[in-house]
T-cell receptor, first 114, second 110 residues
Framework: ETGVTQTPRHLVMGMTNKKSLKCEQHLGHNAMYWYKQSAKKPLELMFVYSLEERVENNSVPSRFSPECPNSSHLFLHLHTLQPEDSALYLC?????????????FGSGTQLSVL | KQEVTQIPAALSVPEGENLVLNCSFTDSAIYNLQWFRQDPGKGLTSLLLIQSSQREQTSGRLNASLDKSSGRSTLYIAASQPGDSATYLCAVSGNTPLVFGKGTRLSVIA
């Protein structure tokens, strides 16, 4: 089992679809993160969950809705997305906030919105 | 607001060269700084983490230094290999969770 697993690896969706991204960590960490990576831009932090409570919400549009049912699982629910939302979405986990230890990343979901 | 800058944006070197990647940040009130490696279309792999009280960390052919007062870090790669080709990102954590630079895209030519 790899440390942080993301599914699906690739996703193509229309602007009216609803889909969910899933992340699972097997490292016993207490914090989980969603990042967005677009071409030629730095990684953008979207959400942080610490001990299953959302502690950071970086002015993300409401069409992105996170869910953290337990310390090992993190979801990102998507609805009525825009083409500019096409990007690589990365999940990460760490031990400790606000001063995290090493972050461990999943392989990401490459999202294309048509 | 913390800003992280990485120079150069891209670098191409012949195999065997030693090289230095640079990272600067605007707010010196940090907890730690991390260097990551990212292969195309993949997630990030943590290489080194330097706590704010430390000056450097080493792992194999990699050495990262931190000068918090001047807001700078360097990643030194010794005896570069084609397998080192990737994008290298630095990130700092402080009053806000990790803030990333845009990365340096490294190509090591055999």
């Amino acid at each position: 089992e790899t440390g942080v697993t993301q599914t699906p690896r690739h996703l193509v969706m229309g602007m009216t679809n609803k889909k969910s991204l899933k992340c699972e960590q097997h490292l016993g960490h207490n914090a989980m993160y969603w990042y967005k990576q677009s071409a030629k831009k730095p990684l953008e932090l979207m959400f942080v969950y610490s001990l299953e409570e959302r502690v950071e919400n970086n002015s993300v549009p409401s069409r992105f809705s996170p869910e953290c049912p337990n310390s090992s699982h993190l979801f990102l629910h998507l609805h009525t997305l825009q083409p500019e939302d096409s990007a690589l979405y990365l999940c990460a986990s760490s031990q400790g906030t606000p001063s995290p230890g090493k972050l461990f990343f999943g392989s990401g979901t490459q999202l294309s919105v048509l | 607001k913390q800003e992280v800058t990485q120079i150069p944006a891209a670098l191409s070197v012949p195999e065997g060269e030693n090289l230095v990647l640079n990272c600067s940040f605007t707010d010196s009130a940090i907890y730690n700084l991390q260097w990551f490696r990212q292969d195309p279309g993949k997630g990030l792999t943590s290489l080194l983490l330097i706590q704010s009280s430390q000056r450097e960390q080493t792992s194999g052919r990699l050495n990262a230094s931190l000068d918090k007062s001047s807001g700078r870090s360097t990643l030194y790669i010794a005896a570069s290999q084609p397998g080192d080709s990737a994008t290298y990102l630095c990130a700092v954590s402080g009053n806000t969770p990790l803030v990333f630079g845009k990365g340096t895209r490294l190509s090591v030519i055999a």
